[in-house]
Each structure stands twice: as C-alpha cells, then as structure tokens.
C-alpha cells in the first residue's frame, strides 16, 4: 500500500494510543497525539482521512478540539470518531449534536473499531484481526 491513508488519534492515555498504533499503524498513517494542542498544530497545513479523539483530556477537550476542526475549513468535512471511557448518554447527544461522526466506547473492541475506521475511510482490511 504505497499511499497509506492519515489517521491522528489524540488521547492522553499512552496505554491507548500504543493500543491503536499496535491495531493501526501497519495500515494507516497513524500520527499519536497525547495532547490536543500538539495535535492541533500539526493540524494546521495537514488534512488527514479520519481524527479520532478522547473526550476528556487535559489542556483542551475532545469537545473544543472537535469544534475547532469542525471551524477550520479544509478540516471540517474530515470524519471524527470520539473513542472514550466517558459513555453517559448525554455526552453521546452532547457529541452528535456538536457533529461527531461516531462513538466507541472503551475498552476497545478491535474489531468494532476497525469495521468503523474502515466504513469512513471506504477501504477494505489488508489483513485478518485473529
């Protein structure tokens, strides 16, 4: 696969972001942010295929970070998935009102995960998740 597809994914857990570059980055370009700012900045001339975020997270939030791509115009239309332990439903509706694309609640069910990532990014596994 020579042109990899661009996946950022934030979240201040390490233990999830090794997760999702151990599931991810034989497949994707995967860029891991443990802090949205950095993200953000990396961001700024850069627009990758899909942003997946923690909701709550120090400095700036999934929320603030999901308004600021959603305000910046060549981010806007990138999908976003929030992958979060925080699954009250009203931060669900919070989510999908503000414009989320998907939800997935940790802990991370792999296979989940990779059937939503694939369904935004319209491409087909390259290999087996056994």
């Given at each position: 696969?020579?042109?990899?597809?661009?996946?950022?994914?934030?979240?201040?857990?390490n233990?999830?972001?090794?997760r999702?570059?151990?599931?991810l980055?034989?497949?994707?370009?995967?860029?891991a942010?443990?802090?949205?700012?950095?993200?953000?900045?990396?961001?700024k001339?850069r627009?990758?295929?899909?942003v997946?975020?923690?909701i709550?997270?120090?400095?700036?939030?999934?929320y603030e970070?999901?308004?600021?791509?959603?305000?910046?115009?060549?981010?806007?239309?990138?999908?976003?998935?929030?992958?979060?332990?925080?699954?009250?439903?009203s931060?669900?509706?919070?989510?999908?009102t503000?414009?989320?694309?998907?939800?997935?609640?940790?802990p991370?069910?792999?296979?989940?995960?990779?059937k939503?990532?694939?369904t935004?990014?319209?491409?087909?596994p390259?290999?087996?998740?056994?």
């Open positions: 696969m020579l042109n990899k597809k661009m996946i950022v994914a934030v979240d201040d857990s233990i999830t972001l090794k999702l570059t151990k599931v980055g034989e497949q994707y370009d995967l860029h942010f443990s802090v949205g700012n950095r993200a953000l900045k990396f961001l001339d627009t990758p295929d899909l997946i975020l923690d709550d997270m120090p400095e700036i939030d999934g970070m999901l308004k600021s791509i959603r305000e910046t115009e060549h981010l806007k239309n990138v999908p976003v998935l929030f992958l979060t332990s925080n699954n009250d439903k931060n669900v509706i919070k989510a999908v503000e414009g989320i694309n998907d939800y997935v609640v940790k991370i069910d792999e296979e989940i995960l990779m939503k990532i694939h935004f990014l319209n491409d087909t390259n290999k087996s998740l056994d």
